[in-house]
């Protein structure tokens, strides 16, 4: 069973109360969610931006091997949106559940905020547009990776869940070093002024979609446990419990940037002066010894 969302409440007494039908619903559902979001990731930004680096460009001069590269990945992805699609058809025909659009966001939820493609447009100015596109597909395929690993995390290595996943997390492995590559030769061909406009920017993306702070975490929570049918009240005392008991992290410890920020220190971005002090100023990094370590 798909149950990854559910494990911070696990031994609350409110959440223990909930029926197994209940849960196994929510797991059905939760597993629709993430296969409509991995189809429509795949074929609506991924792959479109796969097509451009393999043909029109970014306006950044590519190798021909990175030119390949983006057609093999390309086609990973769109096989990916094709198994989403066909598990999304056999779990509507079997058991009439269909996925759901959330309402409030989880830390991998950007409905709550400006999408992240505007942010980095309005970051980086007009005429950069394609290089904005380009840096969010290298976070997202640096990022995304860590979900689904969290998922698989909690699989058995026998269950269908595991199975369905596994293989697009060994592609998403490759396509990790990849962007990682394209990332730091981008980095490299571009003004110095270019690199400081282009690492504030990332530093603010950082900031604003994967800091897990006290009211993204409780958002991320109370919206899963209102999907278990909980009352209100439950939803804020099971969410607000488990953050006493879990603690919260400091910004340099969260999960959610462990992935960016090797990204960045691969892609030579963490060795950039300016980008750096503001990576340890906002707390990204503890101090200057840890960011060139
Ligand atoms: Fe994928
Ligand atoms: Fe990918």
Redesign the pocket.
């Known amino acids: 069973m798909f149950v990854f969302p559910l494990k911070p409440f696990a031994g609350h007494e409110r959440f223990e109360a909930v029926g197994k039908e209940r849960i196994q619903e929510f797991s059905v559902r939760a597993a629709c969610n993430m296969f409509l979001g991995?189809s429509s990731f795949?074929v609506d930004f991924?792959t479109a931006q796969c097509s451009k680096l393999a043909g029109a460009g970014i306006g950044i001069e590519l190798p021909d091997s990175a030119k390949r590269v983006a057609v093999a990945i390309g086609t990973?992805?769109m096989y990916?949106a094709f198994v989403a699609n066909e598990c999304l058809a056999d779990i509507k025909r079997f058991t009439g559940i269909v996925p759901v659009a959330q309402e409030a966001g989880g830390p991998a939820d950007f409905n709550a905020r400006k999408p992240p493609l505007e942010h980095f447009k309005e970051a980086l100015g007009p005429g950069n547009e394609a290089l904005a596109e380009v840096t969010l597909l290298c976070f997202l395929e640096n990022n995304f990776t860590e979900e689904l690993y969290g998922i698989a995390k909690g699989q058995t290595p026998e269950s269908q869940m595991h199975t369905i996943i596994r293989e697009?997390v060994m592609?998403?492995g490759r396509?990790m070093v990849y962007f990682q590559r394209l990332l730091k030769h981008i980095w490299s061909s571009i003004t110095e002024e270019m690199r400081c406009t282009l690492g504030k920017s990332m530093v603010d993306f950082c900031d604003i979609y994967l800091t897990l702070d006290e009211q993204t975490v409780m958002g991320g929570y109370t919206s899963t446990l209102r999907q278990l049918g909980l009352s209100e009240e439950d939803c804020i005392t099971i969410a607000r419990d488990t953050i006493l008991k879990d603690g919260l992290l400091s910004k340099d410890e969260m999960p959610s940037i462990v992935n960016p920020k090797h990204l960045m220190k691969v892609a030579g971005v963490l060795e950039h002066q300016p980008t750096r002090d503001l990576m340890i100023a906002s707390g990204w990094l503890k101090d200057a010894a840890v960011a060139v370590a």
């Open positions: 991995v795949e991924v990973d992805e990916h697009h592609d998403e396509h």
